[in-house]
């Protein structure tokens, strides 16, 4: 003998009930939403094939992460960086903090740079500082050793972000910078 719930017979009909209207509720829906869904109607993408010094143009967050090469010494900075899409590097300001000891340090900047059309290009930025235990530093032993610093740049979404690598093999400098 099979015992059957009490009420197998209502529960089955609210099944077969909800499988004729599900179907049709989803069919509702993805009509309803064909327009505004992105799978069906894709955003433009706005693409720029070359690149020059107008990409680089406003002022930028940076992140900098230092390491002279050959020292335990690593840094790591948070500041500004303005860019008039000229070539100049009108103002550079960032706060460096050593991860080996309490020094903190403040430097500001200018300098020039060239984007090539594929995005990438170089840069040469002077820094000075005014604290004292810092100034040191720009002289050839400490947190930035040459001056000017030369950096390789690759610039990515139609200028709206680089990065910078230091390419004169005195350190391992990077910046990564973002639009405000």
């Given at each position: 003998?099979?015992?059957?719930?009490?009420?197998s017979?209502?529960?089955?009909?609210?099944?077969?009930?909800?499988?004729?209207?599900?179907?049709?509720?989803?069919?509702?829906?993805?009509?309803?939403?064909?327009?505004?869904?992105?799978?069906?109607?894709?955003?433009?993408?706005?693409?720029?094939t070359?690149?020059?010094?107008?990409?680089?143009?406003?002022?930028?967050?940076?992140?900098?992460?230092?390491?002279?090469?050959?020292?335990?010494?690593?840094?790591?900075?948070?500041?500004?960086?303005?860019?008039?899409?000229?070539?100049?590097?009108v103002?550079?300001?960032?706060?460096?903090?050593?991860?080996?000891?309490?020094?903190?340090?403040?430097?500001?900047?200018?300098?020039?740079?060239?984007?090539?059309?594929?995005?990438?290009?170089?840069?040469?930025?002077?820094?000075?500082?005014?604290?004292?235990?810092?100034?040191?530093?720009?002289?050839g032993?400490?947190?930035?050793?040459?001056?000017?610093?030369?950096?390789?740049?690759?610039?990515?979404?139609?200028?709206?972000?680089?990065?910078?690598?230091?390419?004169?093999?005195?350190?391992?400098?990077?910046?990564?910078?973002?639009?405000?």
């Open positions: 003998m099979q015992v059957q719930p009490k009420h017979g209502f529960f089955a009909m609210i099944l077969r009930s909800a499988a004729l209207f599900f179907p049709v509720v989803l069919v509702a829906c993805s009509a309803s939403n064909s327009s505004s869904n992105p799978l069906n109607n894709p955003p433009p993408v706005n693409a720029q070359t690149y020059s010094n107008a990409a680089l143009s406003g002022t930028y967050s940076i992140d900098v992460i230092a390491g002279p090469l050959g020292m335990s010494l690593n840094l790591s900075g948070l500041g500004t960086m303005q860019l008039d899409g000229n070539g100049n590097i103002n550079t300001s960032f706060t460096v903090f050593a991860t080996d000891g309490p020094n903190t340090c403040t430097y500001t900047g200018t300098g020039t740079y060239t984007l090539n059309s594929n995005a990438s290009g170089n840069a040469k930025v002077t820094l000075s500082t005014t604290n004292s235990k810092c100034a040191s530093a720009l002289g032993t400490g947190y930035f050793p040459a001056q000017p610093i030369s950096l390789a740049i690759q610039a990515a979404q139609q200028g709206s972000s680089f990065l910078t690598n230091e390419n004169d093999g005195l350190a391992a400098n990077t910046v990564t910078a973002l639009k405000q």
